[in-house]
């Protein structure tokens, strides 16, 4: 992990140390032939082919685009396929019965293969050429965009470099304005155009440089990487819906950890999650880290297994800390801890959804999974086999394994309940079974647990 940061932060040798790209540049754009590239017409689509040929048999421009040329080049699957052509959203329906035509912001033409989706966009223009189609904010912010225009034009409308390389049909070759094959081999991540109107353009390009950056263990260039240290509060401005989207794209990616810790590097975790980051800030001997850090390694793990990832788990995970520190101190205020656990939960979710739009079915599993903690403490009479029965029982054990890794709970009770999950009918009886002696059953303590061996030494 060390050297990959040494990568992502260190500065970028001589060759990459250019001013960033300008737009509108008169340089004719760079062909690289079939012989000079590795992109194979076997490793794309064949749906993705069979848009690329009719649009080129309807003598329409098609070009596959972003981050499927990148990826390609990289050897790697990309998870989609993007075309661009100079044909409008309309034309693209009239040759494609299997065609919709969606957006607001910009009109784009889906495909549809089955459950593979070949998404279509018409070459965006100039905004100076068409001011009167384009919506900005104050704050600089692209509202909408519906300016249609050339090749040319299209390629200074895209954010980096990298992803502004274009697959050419009609002779295989890739086009490359920008200088992006350049930064493809070197590594380096780098805006197209002025850094500073690019973010007051769309702030949310700060999340996906840092998400390109650790997807593809390349460095961002310092232009591109110094005003995000500036300018992480325009991120306040964005919908807190597509917020949402972009934090599912940043942790459920398999990269959670690198992603997590770059994200604190450049101040944009405490915009993504205000609350958690307060409590990093004051963690209790590194435990709020930990917990974070080893629920990441989980879904991570998962991820690069294959397995389903769940957000709502590593969501809990991540407001985990906010939600005790809560509940503490209204516990220590004389409030019942039951209540406290359920006030704490309005107060932290209503904050963050403000922030990052989690649907109602995400909160409420974020709900099920905290409130099941407690009752994994109860382990006499019938509340054990009831818990058992819960939807979200094993998701909440899963989670208390995580807090017992990280000193947040007791390994004994996590071994009890792994005991009592594999045991028959009859030995479930004996584990539940009251105290010998009579007198009423006591429960496990509910607050944060910690062994002797990490307590701070008193003097």
């Known amino acids: 992990m060390f050297s990959f940061f040494r990568r992502i932060f260190s500065p970028p040798g001589t060759a990459v140390e250019a001013a960033p790209v300008a737009p509108h540049s008169s ?115 692209l509202l909408r965009d519906n300016v249609f225009g050339t090749l040319e034009e299209d390629v200074w409308r895209r954010d980096f470099t990298v992803n502004a390389l274009y697959y050419n049909i009609r002779d295989f070759s890739v086009v490359d304005f920008t200088g992006g094959m350049s930064d493809h081999s070197a590594g380096v991540l780098k805006l197209i155009g002025d850094p500073q109107q690019r973010y007051r353009e769309d702030p949310v390009r700060m999340l996906r440089a840092v998400r390109f950056a650790v997807k593809l263990s390349f460095s961002l260039h310092p232009d591109t990487e110094q005003p995000i240290y500036e300018l992480t509060d325009l991120l306040k401005s964005i919908p807190s ?50 917990f974070v850090i080893r629920a990441l390694e989980n879904s991570d793990a998962r991820f690069n297994d294959g397995k389903t990832l769940t957000p709502y788990f590593l969501l809990a995970a991540l407001l985990w800390e906010p939600l005790t520190v809560s509940a503490q101190q209204r516990i220590d205020h004389g409030e019942n801890e039951t209540l406290a656990y359920q006030n704490a939960a309005n ?32 382990t006499v009479g019938s509340r054990p086999f009831r818990l058992l029965e819960q939807p979200k029982f094993r998701a909440a054990y899963d989670f208390l394994q995580l807090r017992a890794e990280t000193g947040g709970a007791d390994p004994e009770l996590v071994a009890w309940w792994t005991g009592f999950q594999e045991a028959d009918e009859d030995e479930r009886h004996r584990m539940t079974a009251p105290p010998k002696g009579g007198g009423k059953p006591r429960a496990r303590k509910t607050g944060r647990y910690r062994s002797r061996s990490k307590q701070p030494n008193s003097q």
């Open 241 to 290: 819906a597509r917020l949402y989207d972009e934090v599912l794209k940043l942790f459920l990616a398999g990269y959670g950890v690198q992603t997590f810790e770059m994200l604190r590097h450049y101040g944009l975790f405490a915009i993504l999650f205000p609350d958690t980051d307060r409590c990093l800030a004051s963690q209790e001997q590194d435990f709020p880290r930990l």
């Open 27 to 141: 340089n004719a754009p760079r062909i690289y032939a079939r012989a000079e590239h590795c992109i194979s017409r076997a490793q794309i689509s064949e749906n993705a082919l069979k848009v690329l040929l009719r649009l080129k048999k309807a003598d329409f421009e098609a070009y596959l685009v972003g981050g499927c040329v990148r990826d390609l080049l990289l050897g790697r699957e990309p998870k989609d396929f993007d075309v661009a052509t100079n044909a409008s959203p309309e034309q693209v329906k009239q040759i494609f019965r299997n065609c919709r035509i969606i957006g607001r912001r910009f009109r784009l033409a889906h495909v549809f293969f089955g459950r593979e989706i070949i998404e279509v966009a018409t070459f965006r223009g100039s905004e100076a050429e068409a001011p009167d189609q384009q919506v900005v904010h104050e704050d600089g912010r």
């Open 347 to 378: 107060e932290v979710l209503g904050r963050q959804i403000k922030i990052t739009a989690m649907p109602r079915h995400i909160t409420q599993s974020i709900r099920d999974v905290w409130f099941l903690q407690q009752k994994f403490t109860r």
